[in-house]
């Protein structure tokens, strides 16, 4: 995201129905998710806010400055782009997809209008929240998050499964097949034995489900041998999935939990209980909150998943490992883990995945997120030269680099941008007391030793107004 960008995203937003020109708030939504080169792309010569008094501006919450902001992006001086949304079509075990974007088993998929509203809104499809024989009795509250900048960097529930009954849900899986038979309904479910995995797979028979995914992932329930509990030990992840196999006539996938230390063993179990695929991650078990009484020293503390941006490198790590497992060639991995960009989607499915997961992101943000990943990721798509997004699967796996393989023969120095500094001397602190001491303080502004700075970049990340960047030159180490 910009830096500069503190739009509200409002909905209905009262900028564009000022402007009455053009739609401010939809410019503004596809910068802050990282979308500039598609805003740039349908940017004529002259720009309505050229000639306008920024009324927009008036309206506004916060009295964010629209103008200005819109003016500051470069006019697209080529000819424009049509976008071939054609480009992002793709499959799940066979079944056409119009994109490889997909709800994922939570609350965000978990009514009719919910699902219907998402699928008019341009979502391929979606994986139904997990439906089970059991008695489902929510906590409240039940979500909790890690801030910055008001922006959930890191999501924390204890959210369980469908409260509605499996014949209430049956009906809305019918509802939504005939209402909108050309988006893919995944449902997900869930049994507490053999018995009910049996009984829930054959119920789903009929026509009301494309597929199905096996919940072994959620860390939330509160019945044993359910969840992440199942999916811990391949042993059981084996024998449900067989059971599925004979119960179904649909293709499944086993949804796998990240509490474990090497996922592509449950993986395997699941290939071999005749599962068509896999899908990762779930939420990572943890601590949702503690909370200290300091007068009468009592504590709480509860057990939830996490979810959201902070999770997506652990997600990106599992996708890798299961993109390079050999059992799972030819098999569907669909991902999912802090995805909010179109670049964060097509980093999984570089790694191997052939679809992509979302809740947490649509949760803050509403399900016209999908927007920008459709337009984002069908213009980079055309860029790389790829006839379809299927082009792409897979592509990084021999990229990775083991940590015992990296060339260590240069430093890369920082470089420091006078212009944008503002004394605020942190990279000067963090170096002196985090690094290298390879900062020193002249006239208010930072200046670097290179006999001491060894390349770490923690400058970088600590600079809070972007004065300090990369210079993306190598400089051989010097020996000894």
Same mark, same amino acid.
């Given at each position: 995201?910009?830096?500069?960008?503190?739009?509200?995203?409002?909905?209905?937003?009262?900028?564009?129905?000022?402007?009455?020109?053009?739609?401010?708030?939809?410019?503004?939504?596809?910068?802050?998710?990282?979308?500039?080169?598609?805003?740039?792309?349908?940017?004529?010569?002259?720009?309505?806010?050229?000639?306008?008094?920024?009324?927009?501006?008036?309206?506004?919450?916060?009295?964010?400055?629209?103008?200005?902001?819109?003016?500051?992006?470069?006019?697209?001086?080529?000819?424009?782009?049509?976008?071939?949304?054609?480009?992002?079509?793709?499959?799940?075990?066979?079944?056409?997809?119009?994109?490889?974007?997909?709800?994922?088993?939570?609350?965000?998929?978990?009514?009719?209008?919910?699902?219907?509203?998402?699928?008019?809104?341009?979502?391929?499809?979606?994986?139904?929240?997990?439906?089970?024989?059991?008695?489902?009795?929510?906590?409240?509250?039940?979500?909790?998050?890690?801030?910055?900048?008001?922006?959930?960097?890191?999501?924390?529930?204890?959210?369980?499964?469908?409260?509605?009954?499996?014949?209430?849900?049956?009906?809305?899986?019918?509802?939504?097949?005939?209402d909108y038979p050309h988006k893919f309904l995944l449902v997900s479910i869930m049994g507490r034995d053999e018995k009910e995995w049996a009984y829930l797979a054959s119920l789903l028979n &009929?026509?009301?489900? %494309? $597929? +199905? *995914?096996?919940?072994?992932?959620?860390?939330?329930?509160?019945?044993?041998? /359910?969840?992440?509990?199942?999916?811990?030990?391949?042993?059981?992840?084996?024998?449900?999935?067989?059971?599925?196999?004979?119960?179904?006539?649909?293709?499944?996938?086993?949804?796998?939990?990240?509490?474990?230390?090497?996922?592509?063993?449950?993986?395997?179990?699941?290939?071999?209980?005749?599962?068509?695929?896999?899908?990762?991650?779930?939420?990572?078990?943890?601590?949702?909150?503690?909370?200290?009484?300091?007068?009468?020293?009592?504590?709480?503390?509860?057990?939830?998943?996490?979810?959201?941006?902070?999770?997506?490198?652990?997600?990106?790590?599992?996708?890798?490992?299961?993109?390079?497992?050999?059992?799972?060639?030819?098999?569907?991995?669909?991902?999912?883990?802090?995805? &909010?960009?179109?670049? %964060? $989607? +097509? *980093?999984?499915?570089?790694?191997?995945?052939?679809?992509?997961?979302?809740? /947490?992101?649509?949760?803050?943000?509403?399900?016209?997120?999908?927007?920008?990943?459709?337009?984002?990721?069908?213009?980079?798509?055309?860029?790389?030269?790829?006839?379809?997004?299927?082009?792409?699967?897979?592509?990084?796996?021999?990229?990775?680099?083991?940590?015992?393989?990296?060339?260590?023969?240069?430093?890369?120095?920082?470089?420091?941008?006078?212009?944008?500094?503002?004394?605020?001397?942190?990279?000067?602190?963090?170096?002196?007391?985090?690094?290298?001491?390879?900062?020193?303080?002249?006239?208010?502004?930072?200046?670097?030793?290179?006999?001491?700075?060894?390349?770490?970049?923690?400058?970088?990340?600590?600079?809070?107004?972007?004065?300090?960047?990369?210079?993306?030159?190598?400089?051989?180490?010097?020996?000894?």
């Amino acid at each position: 995201m910009n830096k500069r960008n503190n739009c509200l995203l409002c909905h209905d937003a009262a900028c564009t129905r000022e402007c009455g020109v053009m739609e401010p708030d939809r410019i503004l939504r596809s910068l802050y998710f990282e979308n500039k080169d598609v805003v740039i792309n349908e940017l004529s010569e002259k720009i309505a806010c050229t000639d306008c008094d920024g009324r927009c501006e008036g309206k506004c919450p916060i009295h964010f400055n629209i103008r200005d902001t819109i003016l500051s992006l470069p006019i697209n001086d080529g000819e424009k782009v049509e976008i071939d949304y054609d480009i992002l079509k793709t499959d799940f075990c066979g079944i056409p997809l119009e994109n490889p974007f997909l709800l994922s088993s939570s609350v965000v998929a978990s009514t009719y209008d919910m699902c219907a509203r998402a699928f008019e809104a341009g979502w391929a499809g979606a994986a139904f929240k997990t439906i089970c024989l059991m008695d489902i009795e929510e906590a409240s509250p039940r979500f909790a998050a890690i801030k910055d900048n008001e922006r959930i960097i890191g999501f924390k529930n204890i959210e369980q499964l469908s409260e509605h009954s499996v014949a209430e849900n049956i009906e809305v899986f019918k509802r939504l097949k005939k209402d909108y038979p050309h988006k893919f309904l995944l449902v997900s479910i869930m049994g507490r034995d053999e018995k009910e995995w049996a009984y829930l797979a054959s119920l789903l028979n &009929e026509e009301c489900a %494309d $597929a +199905l *995914e096996l919940n072994f992932s959620c860390p939330n329930m509160t019945e044993d041998a /359910t969840g992440s509990d199942v999916g811990q030990i391949p042993e059981l992840v084996e024998k449900y999935c067989r059971v599925v196999k004979e119960n179904t006539k649909l293709p499944f996938i086993a949804k796998l939990t990240p509490n474990v230390t090497h996922i592509e063993e449950a993986a395997d179990a699941a290939i071999r209980g005749g599962a068509d695929g896999v899908a990762a991650i779930n939420t990572i078990k943890s601590l949702i909150e503690v909370i200290l009484n300091m007068k009468n020293r009592s504590y709480l503390a509860s057990i939830g998943g996490y979810s959201g941006k902070a999770v997506k490198p652990i997600a990106l790590r599992y996708i890798a490992e299961l993109g390079k497992d050999e059992n799972l060639q030819g098999k569907h991995i669909s991902a999912m883990g802090g995805i &909010e960009t179109w670049e %964060d $989607a +097509l *980093e999984y499915i570089s790694l191997g995945a052939t679809t992509v997961q979302v809740t /947490t992101a649509v949760m803050e943000y509403g399900y016209r997120i999908i927007d920008d990943l459709r337009s984002g990721a069908a213009l980079c798509l055309m860029r790389l030269g790829c006839k379809s997004v299927k082009d792409l699967i897979g592509q990084c796996l021999d990229e990775i680099v083991p940590t015992e393989e990296l060339d260590r023969s240069f430093v890369i120095y920082p470089r420091f941008l006078r212009q944008n500094c503002v004394g605020c001397q942190r990279c000067y602190l963090s170096c002196m007391d985090g690094g290298h001491q390879a900062i020193r303080i002249k006239d208010g502004y930072p200046v670097l030793d290179p006999e001491k700075c060894v390349g770490c970049h923690l400058c970088v990340l600590v600079c809070p107004n972007g004065a300090i960047e990369s210079s993306r030159i190598k400089v051989p180490k010097k020996k000894g």
